[in-house]
């Protein structure tokens, strides 16, 4: 099955500066790429998504990058913000007998100080 | 709130009791998922429904397990027996899903149970 790993699994950084998480998976047939937030004690959100058929995505401050040879994908952050502090996860999905399903990755804990 | 709601929001019971969890997706929505979340790790797929139909089942999601979706609205999770192992977050998630492409999957804010 999709094995998504992530990291790092911490990461701090000044207020202002860049934070790049990495993930990887495993299976080829994967062609959908989300990127979830989760603040503390709340449900998971949407926060930027890349589909197989794209290299790049930006949103604002937020960009996903997709490398399907390699598979391997990654979340930028720029300009940071202390509000950026929460654990973020990335995520490949499943086949569609599951519905598209995702299989996440372990999260990476990212703390933003002022 | 027309987001995805979960109820109750916590539970604490004995080893060995039941337990159930419900689910109410985004009213269009037609897929809907449950996952399992423990402290420090990513959400872990358990079932998802297409409708009322339960498609895809993960190797976690033992006989103790059972979910259902009877009319294609809201959603139940049992836990029968319950084990010490079975505390974590519950979070249902749903979708609307078009044929051959994955949609976004708003989630819940979960069912936190603790077996004591």
């Known amino acids: 099955g999709e094995n998504v790993e992530q990291h790092p699994s911490t990461l701090s950084v000044q207020e202002g500066d860049s934070a790049v998480i990495k993930c990887t998976y495993s299976?080829?047939?994967?062609?959908?790429f989300p990127w979830y937030k989760q603040e503390l004690g709340k449900r998971p959100q949407l926060i930027i998504d890349?589909?197989?058929?794209?290299g790049e995505k930006k949103d604002q401050r937020i960009a996903v990058t997709l490398n399907k040879t390699a598979k391997h994908f990654s979340l930028h952050i720029t300009e940071t913000q202390p509000e950026d502090s929460a654990v973020y996860f990335c995520?490949?999905?499943?086949?569609?007998?599951?519905?598209?399903?995702?299989?996440f990755g372990k999260g990476t804990s990212l703390l933003v100080t002022p | 709130d027309t987001g995805v709601s979960q109820n109750p929001r916590h539970k604490i019971t004995k080893r060995g009791q039941n337990v159930t969890f419900r689910c109410d997706p985004i009213?269009?929505?037609?897929?809907l998922y449950w996952y399992r979340q423990t402290l420090g790790q990513g959400p872990e797929f358990l079932t998802y429904?297409?409708?009322?139909?339960?498609?895809?089942k993960s190797r976690l999601l033992s006989d103790r397990f059972s979910a259902e979706r009877p009319k294609g609205s809201f959603s139940t999770l049992e836990i029968q027996r319950t084990e010490q192992g079975d505390s974590a977050m519950y979070l249902c998630?749903?979708?609307?899903?078009?044929?051959?492409?994955?949609?976004?999957?708003?989630f819940g804010e979960g069912s936190r149970l603790t077996v004591l």
């Open positions: 998630a749903s979708s609307l899903g078009l044929a051959g492409s994955p949609g976004e999957l708003f």
């Open positions: 299976d080829s047939a994967s062609n959908y």
């Open positions: 890349i589909r197989s058929n794209v």
């Open positions: 995520a490949a999905s499943l086949n569609s007998n599951s519905g598209y399903a995702l299989n």
């Open positions: 009213s269009e929505h037609n897929r």
């Open positions: 429904f297409q409708n009322e139909a339960q498609l895809e």
